[in-house]
């Protein structure tokens, strides 16, 4: 047994997380749970999630694998003691080695330190890993949250290590866990990057820029979902509060009664894809929660809402990492503890105000990395999950006709670059990085205003639902700039035009 005298203050771990039996991403929360229940241990960061196959033995089901950081002043013993209960409680069972599992837990780092422990039959620990190096599935989890961390005993960095191993069939997932509504629902898991997947538009509101009172009874919204979802959606958002400029204020009681039932009928009518709840308010996504749906879209990134939107009175309104937050963080301690996926959209107020970005130089996409960004970290800071966080640059907010043909045409920056230090550190990150790089995004430019514009014609400058055609064009340049969802109002036809530009830019010809 080589163990040192760690210190007895908080110290940073990295733990890879892994789970190939039921479903595998509550699994791997049910364990993490567990620890932040039963012990001093803080999740610090998380990673993305990846689908993996099987390595050692192949005769198996695909892995889900992860990591995060985690604090904690515990000594290494009860650590790892700790750690296996957590395995235990999830339901793990002895069985072979590197065989199926519900849920596996490794410790891969103990800040720079390096150590074997084997007093206890079964729960033994070498720190660091030692196979580390050679799998992808624990080094590409690594690298979202610490790519400069340099290993204590082989001396090269996570992403040093990583770009040494040939590439495999590892790809980034979304999960949308089991809705609340029906003890029979399952998660649905969607492969990242395979496909641009389809969000349908469903406003419950009378005055909505497109579709306003086309959807106000329950009878036409399940019909518009359920020919959305037959002709190609693969979730359904649905939105009780237009945030268009000039739209009318909406109590939280009418705003409740425009989405909760509308969710309660569509998963009772037999709906199972993915439901979002597009609101700021968290009374509202708990509600819609409630009633079945499994994802936030809010608007305003977890902020609460600015006192000038739609008449909204706002009062406690405090700064927390630079930004404005008026809701008390109930939208972000709501986020954090159901463990659903959350869109964060850049936005600055009302959707007709605030475009001056002459801080960064007029430049969009800087604003919106460094605006977004900042959100982010104080998203992962509160406890919401990285693999749980899609971005929205949000186009027709706050931006110029410019800005949002910017942020279109050249959309795939907006994730596609690390803004963190490059230099290497000996030691594990004590807070979670701000990089944007490599989440998933939604982008919603179905018939907005700035299309009519471009499109130039009398009608589409006038009438939303003639700009079709116009959308269709941005949409294309979207998937070829790697969106990974779209937010539409006439699915059918979008998803010709999304599935052709799938065929052509991601070679899908399924």
């Not at 422990?117 to 079964?122: F, I, Q, Y």
């Not at 620990?125 to 992808?136: A, D, F």
């Not at 430049?363 to 959100?375: F, H, P, W």
């Not at 043909?405 to 807070?431: A, F, G, M, W, Y």
Request: net charge neutral.
């Amino acid at each position: 047994m080589n163990i040192p005298e760690l210190p007895k203050q908080r110290r940073i771990l990295a733990l890879a997380l892994g789970s190939n039996i039921g479903d595998r991403v509550a699994n791997i929360e049910g364990a993490l749970s567990y620890l932040e229940s039963n012990s001093d241990i803080r999740i610090v960061d998380t990673s993305f999630l990846y689908e993996t196959r099987p390595m050692y033995v192949l005769d198996q089901p695909k892995f889900i694998n992860g990591a995060c950081l985690v604090s904690t002043a515990m000594d290494p013993q009860n650590l790892i003691n700790t750690i296996k209960d957590a395995e235990s409680r999830q339901g793990r069972l002895p069985g072979i080695r590197n065989g199926p599992r519900v849920v596996d837990l490794d410790v891969l780092f103990d800040d720079s330190n390096a150590y074997n422990l084997n007093s206890v039959p079964g729960r033994s620990l070498t720190v660091p890993h030692p196979k580390i190096h050679e799998r992808e599935f624990v080094l590409r989890p690594l690298a979202d949250m610490m790519p400069h961390f340099r290993h204590p005993t082989l001396k090269s960095t996570i992403a040093e290590l990583l770009s040494r191993l040939s590439e495999t069939s590892i790809q980034q997932i979304l999960n949308f866990p089991a809705h609340s509504r029906n003890s029979d629902a399952s998660n649905v898991v969607w492969t990242l990057r395979s496909q641009t997947f389809i969000m349908a538009t469903l406003n419950t509101t009378p005055d909505s820029f497109s579709d306003g009172g086309d959807n106000e009874n329950v009878q036409s919204a399940l019909q518009y979902s359920t020919d959305a979802v037959e002709t190609g959606a693969d979730i359904v958002d649905i939105g009780g509060f237009s945030t268009r400029p000039g739209s009318y204020f909406v109590s939280e009681e009418e705003e409740l009664s425009r989405t909760a039932p509308f969710i309660a009928a569509l998963r009772k009518g037999g709906l199972k894809v993915p439901i979002s709840i597009d609101t700021f308010r968290s009374s509202v996504a708990e509600k819609a929660l409630d009633a079945g749906a499994n994802c936030i879209n809010d608007v305003y990134a977890l902020t609460g809402p600015p006192e000038d939107v739609a008449g909204t009175q706002t009062t406690d309104i405090s700064m927390e990492d630079e930004v404005r937050v008026s809701d008390n963080g109930a939208m972000l301690a709501l986020a954090a503890r159901w463990k659903v996926p959350v869109i964060l959209m850049h936005s600055r107020g009302p959707a007709d105000k605030n475009k001056d970005y002459s801080k960064y130089g007029g430049n969009i996409l800087e604003a919106v990395q460094d605006e977004l960004g900042i959100r982010v970290h104080r998203a992962l800071k509160a406890g919401v999950r990285r693999w749980n966080i899609i971005l929205d640059p949000g186009i027709g907010f706050s931006k110029s006709i410019r800005d949002n043909v910017i942020l279109i045409r050249d959309h795939s920056q907006l994730t596609n670059n690390r803004t963190e230090i490059t230099k290497s550190s000996e030691c594990l990150p004590s807070s979670p990085s701000i990089s944007l790089h490599n989440f998933p995004t939604l982008v919603g430019t179905s018939r907005k205003r700035f299309l009519g514009h471009l499109a130039g014609r009398e009608e589409t400058k006038i009438s939303p639902k003639s700009r079709d055609w116009a959308t269709a064009a941005a949409v294309t340049s979207l998937v070829q700039q790697n969106a990974d969802i779209l937010r539409v109002h006439a699915v059918n036809s979008m998803r010709d035009v999304i599935r052709v530009a799938d065929g052509i830019w991601r070679e899908q010809y399924k």
